[in-house]
């Protein structure tokens, strides 16, 4: 976030910062890294917080905002910070004391980057007669690292008028060891106090995300090469590196090398260097690494080291997903079988048929599906077990003596990225995870007590919804005790490995509890969510996989809707109409036609266009009067119009207006014709009339609208049929 951005935010809400905040957030950072970092800092960091603290208010002001900026070069003619007042002599201190300094040689890269097109051709054409002038600014650069040598270059260069931030990497790695990830600038701190994030305010115990100095040091290490790597620097360079990279004793720093060496190994791969691939990923002991390190060694033509490899991940797995991964491929490529554990999957997996307009959201399809079948079913996900671990371990994770967090900013408990929870609390773990199968009574009516004590407040955990109980209680009534036990003790041990991958339905039915992971013709099943239903299965619960096949449903109804509006945008403007056709079997079975007050003023040009004018709409209900009736008329239907943003956008609103929430499945008549019936010079609705012969005797008009729009759709799914 830049400085204009936080301030356009401020202005927008309302709440104006302190002039001085950003050097607010900046001390208070120091102070909580001197606290609790201390046993972490080399004497460079000691030393920049202790002579940043000796520097001047306006001094340490103007550095804190060159490193809220982006990059380190900086034009002294540019800064423009007039509460500090007059910048020269705050810029000669800081040049004295060693926190700016005119650019050099190893400042090359940075120079040219921040330099103007303009500025790097006055540059450029003293050295090169007729070069071309309609370089872009990438290639301009491509260029100039390519046929400009770096001493020359910032030899002739004025560099008098610009300078360079120094102590950069001390300044990051403090903020790194704040926010225990690599970031430019205190955006989140500006965030905080306009609102925008929310922090564990009432913490006040703070545990080191690092225990020593030594994996601190690997973590910075690693996470620092991510970053460059993200920020598209040069990925050969930093592949160059890897045979000095340090060792990663520490889980922190592990996973990020593990990262690291996965993507250099992707990017390694697109160079065709499939060689250095592969000693990139024997760098990693990711799932992910293993993988792609088995598939180049087979590609290779090494097969024996391949099949040794396999052979070790089986016998001596480092994750569930890497045992899953190399089982598959060991069967196929050493056992010949012929299909993978995936394809198994999904070609084992029940179909069920959808009407294929429900194709925009398969999840709430197929709930809808299994609820038309008297079953429950309920989008679960990773938000339920994540829910339930929280709730039922709360006061261990947030309001225990010990429970402490890394920083203001960090909702996970320390005992959980850390992986202590489980061995520091292990005797109450079981006593609540037995609790669940001997009374689960009483661990509803804990669960519903926490969240009526804590609801809202913020958690590294899961999102608080005003629903959320409801799969939950559902579970604990039909699910097994000991299987919901069996996954939750998981997350305790293995927290961070255990959060995500979970199948996206759990369905009720006669047999009690099932799970469920959707799928689509065009949807790839996840080895970490084929690890997912192996490991609920091994806990005692059916989980499967269901493909849903999009077909043109004859149960199907549809209900065309058409609004008239005081206005364009939902946000601002209001409804003065609804019409609404409902179809069912090739016909239109019903309809709804409501005038509504806008409670608000009509345009005159509105009124031309639609012929509804304040006088027919004064003595007309409010949206909240028909609201139920509106809704009841659509139960169980798709929500169908032309150009349907529109008209959904603004009947959504109106709900949101009344504190209720709106959502249906869509169709748009539009965007269906246009994939149909292409070739079409219009696809407006006065357009699409007149070219298939449908009546539109009162155009913008809302009853008359969804019927010519109802004609279309019949129009579209005569179309379908024949497909």
Not at 12 to 24: Q, S
Not at 88 to 101: F, K, Y
Not at 172 to 200: H, I, N
Not at 655 to 683: D, N, W
Request: with cysteine; glycine share 6%.
């Amino acid at each position: 976030m830049t400085f204009d951005q936080t301030h356009w935010i401020a202005r927008r809400r309302k709440r104006p910062l302190p002039t001085f905040y950003y050097h607010d957030h900046f001390v208070e950072m120091l102070d909580f890294v001197a606290t609790h970092y201390a046993h972490v800092l080399l004497d460079e960091h000691a030393a920049f917080i202790r002579e940043f603290r000796e520097l001047s208010r306006e001094e340490q002001c103007l550095y804190v905002r060159l490193v809220n900026r982006k990059g380190i070069v900086f034009a002294t003619r540019k800064l423009r910070y007039p509460e500090l007042g007059e910048l020269e002599p705050l810029l000669r201190a800081l040049r004295e004391n060693g926190w700016i300094a005119t650019p050099g040689v190893e400042h090359f890269d940075d120079v040219v980057g921040f330099l103007t097109r303009t500025e790097i051709y006055s540059e450029l054409l003293p050295r090169f007669t007729g070069l071309s002038r309609s370089y872009k600014k990438t290639e301009l650069l491509e260029f100039v690292r390519e046929n400009v040598s770096a001493s020359d270059f910032m030899r002739d260069l004025r560099t008098d008028r610009l300078f360079v931030q120094e102590r950069v990497d001390a300044a990051r790695y403090l903020l790194f060891l704040y926010f225990g990830r690599v970031q430019d600038g205190l955006a989140k701190f500006t965030m905080r106090d306009l609102g925008l994030v929310r922090t564990q305010q009432s913490q006040e115990s703070y545990e080191p995300r690092f225990s020593d100095r030594c994996e601190a040091m690997e973590s910075y290490y690693y996470a620092t090469r991510l970053h460059d790597l993200k920020s598209r620097k040069s990925h050969s360079a930093l592949a160059a590196e890897s045979n000095d990279w340090p060792s990663a004793n520490f889980a922190r720093s592990a996973a990020l090398r593990n990262e690291l060496a996965y993507r250099l190994g992707r990017e390694a791969e697109k160079d065709d260097a499939a060689d250095q691939a592969i000693r990139l990923y024997e760098h990693g002991d990711s799932a992910k690494c293993s993988e792609r390190l088995i598939r180049l060694l087979l590609s290779a033509g090494r097969k024996d080291e391949a099949q040794a490899y396999l052979q070790r991940c089986i016998d001596d797995p480092r994750s569930d997903e890497e045992w899953l991964t190399a089982r598959d491929i060991f069967e196929r490529k050493f056992e010949k079988k012929r299909t993978s554990m995936v394809t198994d999957v999904l070609r084992a997996a029940a179909t069920i048929d959808i009407d294929e307009s429900q194709s925009g959201s398969p999840e709430n399809a197929a709930i809808g599906y299994f609820e038309a079948r008297g079953q429950k079913a309920f989008r679960t996900e990773n938000l339920l077990w994540r829910t339930f671990f929280g709730l039922l371990f709360w006061d261990e994770l947030y309001a225990n003596p010990e429970a402490a967090t890394h920083s203001p900013f960090e909702l996970l408990p320390s005992a959980l990225s850390n992986g202590s929870f489980y061995e520091t609390h292990s005797e109450r773990i079981e006593s609540r995870l037995s609790g669940i199968a001997a009374d689960p009574k009483t661990v509803r009516h804990a669960l519903l007590q926490t969240s009526a004590q804590h609801y809202g407040t913020p958690n590294g955990l899961f999102r608080w919804r005003r629903s959320m109980n409801d799969a939950l209680f559902t579970l604990i009534e039909h699910g097994d005790g000991e299987s919901i036990a069996a996954i939750l003790r998981r997350f305790c041990r293995e927290y961070e490995d255990s959060r995500y991958g979970y199948p996206d339905l759990m369905i009720i039915d006669d047999q009690g509890v099932r799970f469920v992971e959707i799928k689509t013709d065009v949807d790839q099943l996840r080895r970490n969510q084929l690890t997912r239903i192996r490991q609920l299965r091994e806990a005692g619960f059916r989980a499967d996989v269901v493909r849903v096949r999009w077909v043109l449903d004859p149960e199907q109804v549809y209900v065309v809707v058409d609004v008239e509006t005081t206005g364009g945008r939902a946000d601002g403007h209001r409804v003065t109409e609804i019409g609404a056709v409902k179809v069912k079997h090739g016909q239109m079975v019903d309809r709804f036609q409501t005038l509504l007050n806008p409670q608000r003023r009509i345009p005159g040009n509105i009124t031309r266009l639609t012929g509804i004018t304040p006088a027919m709409v004064a003595d007309a209900p409010y949206f909240a009067d028909i609201a139920d009736d509106f809704e009841t008329f659509l139960d169980g239907a798709i929500f169908v119009a032309h150009n349907v943003e529109f008209d959904y956008g603004f009947i959504a609103r109106e709900f949101e207006r009344i504190g209720r929430s709106f959502r249906y499945p869509r169709l748009c008549t539009c965007s269906s014709m246009r994939k149909l019936y292409p070739g079409q010079a219009s696809y407006s609705l006065a357009a699409l009339c007149s070219n298939f012969g449908v009546s539109l005797t009162q155009h913008h008009r809302a009853l008359c609208d969804a019927e010519a729009a109802a004609e279309l759709l019949l129009l579209i799914n005569e179309k379908r049929q024949e497909a």
